[in-house]
């Protein structure tokens, strides 16, 4: 009756539900008429239209990227706003939110799709090979990271080590899209770091303060992984589809 609980929250998370908005306090919405429990004893098909939880996205986005997943949405609000009749319809879909334009309309009950595109993914990893190599790949990127927050430098250093983790996530997530250029981005990330971090060891370590130790750790990791990727990439990445 106090604190709110697991049950709770995933109502407030339900695409179509807005209620539960207490983040540790559920007593607030209890007395303010917003507090809607969790309904798993009756099926979907038998609630009431306008307390049925669905959980998930309206739609299927079909990618891993975080820079898509992150901005997606923004495209949505700003076609809404482009389409609406009036400038204050379109204050509304930019201000309010996704549900003022469809508080009266009928909301059909559609059960979740367990499908693989629905959960994105693209195709099974049939490689422990091609499984390791991207396990190792991601714990590297966040080496790289925390060494950009914990490890003293300059700010030219700082902005490197974010940069190269950045932008390896975001081809990890090309590879596991199953992206036709998979394989030539993943090629030309690791020459590139491989280069980046040979060079600042011997000439750029004063400029971006990094100490050259580290430049040479990741330099021998990057050379390891650009002669793998170009002995073995397309079936390593292959697997990853």
């Known amino acids: 009756f106090v604190l709110s609980t697991p049950s709770h929250h995933r109502v407030h998370h339900d695409r179509r539900v807005h209620k539960n908005f207490g983040g540790i306090l559920i007593i607030w919405d209890r007395m303010f008429g917003s507090f809607l429990p969790e309904n798993v004893n009756t099926p979907l098909e038998k609630q009431h239209q306008e307390e049925a939880c669905m959980f ?27 389409n609406a009749k009036s400038f204050f319809q379109a204050m509304r879909a930019v201000t309010v939110g996704p549900g003022f334009y469809t508080v009266l309309m009928p909301r059909p009950i559609r059960a979740p799709s367990s499908s693989r595109d629905r959960i994105r993914l693209k195709g099974e990893m049939s ?97 390891v992984s650009t002669l793998v990727v170009l002995l073995h990439g397309p079936r390593l990445l292959g697997a990853c589809r």
């Open 56 to 82: 998930g996205v309206s739609r299927s986005i079909g990618t891993w990227s975080q820079a898509i997943l992150q901005s997606w949405y923004w495209e949505s609000i700003i076609r809404r706003g482009i």
């Open 127 to 223: 490689s422990s090979w091609g499984y390791w190599y991207m396990v190792m790949q991601t714990l590297t990127s966040i080496v790289v990271g925390l060494c950009a927050l914990v490890v003293p430098m300059n700010a030219a250093g700082n902005i490197f080590l974010s940069m190269v983790a950045l932008a390896s996530f975001y081809i990890y997530s090309m590879v596991f899209d199953a992206h036709a250029q998979a394989y030539y981005y993943e090629t030309g990330r690791t020459s590139i770091l491989l280069g980046l971090f040979s060079t600042a060891s011997f000439f750029f370590a004063g400029v971006t303060g990094i100490p050259a130790a580290i430049c040479k750790a990741f330099g021998a990791f990057y050379l």
